[in-house]
């Protein structure tokens, strides 16, 4: 899971390197699409290293937002006439980041919910014959 937080945090710092500067938002803009980007991503790497179980599934749902962007960058890139192919590239890369991101979470998650049952125990040793009387 670290490495794949990693992985979205360079392949989206790679992508803002590429990307020209003159974004049309506000100045606020940037910082919440810079902490969705690289804070998000650096915290819970932070808090898997801790073990704290619960941050599985907030990488699940992290995950499942950024699959739904790359989606919709995806489309929009397609559907309109002069689309990038780095673009394309980037959000297909992340999509899949995103999607692994999912399925290995949710499944350290509901591995983690389930019991672990409690070793057999060893069957009794047969006596020795000799030892009957």
Do not use: C
């Not at 980037?90 to 999912?102: E, K, P, Q, R």
Request: net charge neutral.
């Amino acid at each position: 899971m670290i490495v794949i937080l990693a992985a979205l945090v360079v392949v989206s710092l790679f992508s803002m390197t590429l990307s020209d500067s003159d974004s049309s938002g506000t100045h606020m803009y940037p910082l919440f699409w810079d902490v969705f980007l690289f804070g998000i991503p650096i915290t819970l790497a932070g808090f898997i290293v801790s073990k704290a179980r619960w941050v599985l599934m907030a990488a699940v749902m992290y995950g499942t937002i950024g699959l739904a962007l790359d989606i919709s960058t995806v489309v929009q890139e397609l559907t309109k006439g002069e689309g990038q192919p780095t673009v394309l590239m980037l959000s297909g890369i992340t999509g899949v980041l995103n999607f692994l991101l999912i399925a290995i979470g949710g499944r350290g998650f509901l591995d983690v919910l389930q019991a672990t049952s409690p070793p057999a125990s060893r069957a009794p040793n047969p006596r020795f014959p000799s030892s009957e009387k």
